[in-house]
Antibody
């Protein structure tokens, strides 16, 4: 059973860079049938797709966040990472990593989520 | 404002059926058969309930069904049970490798 686990600081100062890593266990990251993605959920609000990465390194970002987002992958270490620059309080959210189907982007596997608070 | 429009709330009594809508445009919901539905309990990660408009992952009860007409997708929960009380989110492929979510619907079992 594939498992994903987010890790990283729970508190980030405004204007700094948020960095999270998603570790993948009990499964291969190099399957051609899936993307690896980041999705966030501000407290009490809905889900927002941040971006996705293919095992080859091809990336796709939400246009509203594209200027601040970098997603990378290291299949040998079985993890992929998110960097979000110049954060503000509006970036406070639970951040989830997930495996998305190549066709259709459905996400059958999710991490448990990690709360990142942007505050000085 | 979310890209896909869902009603904020829905409700039904045990045993009844309830349908939640998800409205987009011809560039997302109407343009592709790539609508998914997720169930989320408070403090938990979303769970995939429906993918590709009407397909159910293994283990999801057949009380949950999905459909689409034009630019609107729907999730129907039949034979409502207390455990179905949760938030439900739709998502759709939006073209150009873009993924869109609805704002979510809180389902209450009366």
């Amino acid at each position: 059973q594939l498992q994903l686990q987010e890790s990283g600081p729970g508190l980030v100062k405004p204007s700094e860079t948020l960095s999270l890593t998603c570790s993948v266990s009990d499964g291969s990251m190099s399957s051609s049938g899936y993307y690896w993605g980041w999705i966030r959920q501000p407290p009490g609000k809905g889900l927002e797709w941040i971006g996705s990465i293919y095992y080859s390194g091809n990336t796709f970002y939400n246009p509203s966040l594209e200027s601040r987002v970098t997603i990378s992958v290291d299949t040998s270490k079985k993890h992929f990472s998110l960097k979000l620059a110049s954060v503000t309080a509006a970036d406070t959210a639970v951040y989830y990593c997930a495996r998305l189907a190549y066709y259709g982007d459905s996400a059958a596997y999710w991490g448990q989520g990690t709360l990142v608070t942007v505050s000085s | 404002q979310s890209a896909l429009t869902q009603p904020p709330s829905a409700s039904g009594s045990p045993g009844q059926s309830v349908t939640i809508s998800c409205t987009g445009t011809g560039s997302d919901v109407g343009g592709y058969n790539y609508v998914s539905w997720y169930q989320q309990y408070p403090g938990k990660a979303p769970k995939l309930m429906i993918y590709e408009v009407s397909k159910r992952p293994s283990g999801v009860p057949d009380r949950f069904s999905g459909s689409k007409s034009g630019n609107t997708a729907s999730l129907t929960v039949s034979g409502l049970q207390a455990e179905d009380e949760a938030d439900y989110y739709c998502s759709s492929y939006g073209g150009s490798n873009n993924l869109l979510f609805g704002g979510g619907t809180k389902l209450t079992v009366l």
